[in-house]
């Protein structure tokens, strides 16, 4: 199961993903992305490794769970 990871070390809350998936992800109490713990589905994954490669910091992964 592919699921989205955050960062947080690089993460700068530009909000970019955010708002690209808020099906994936939203803001914590900090202001940086936080998945929501959703499996990444196939339709899906394109767009979202379009978003993973647009991140300034470089800080979004797909991870295998």
């Given at each position: ?24 992800l ?9 998945p929501?713990g ?11 490794l ?16």
């Open positions: 199961m592919e699921k989205i990871n955050i960062n947080k070390d690089r993460c700068v809350g530009c909000g970019m993903c955010v708002h690209a998936h808020p099906e994936y939203v803001f914590d109490e900090m202001g940086q992305a936080e929501i959703k499996e990444v589905t196939s339709e899906d994954k394109k767009d979202i379009e978003t993973i490669n647009s991140c300034p910091t470089e800080a979004i992964t797909i991870i295998e769970e």
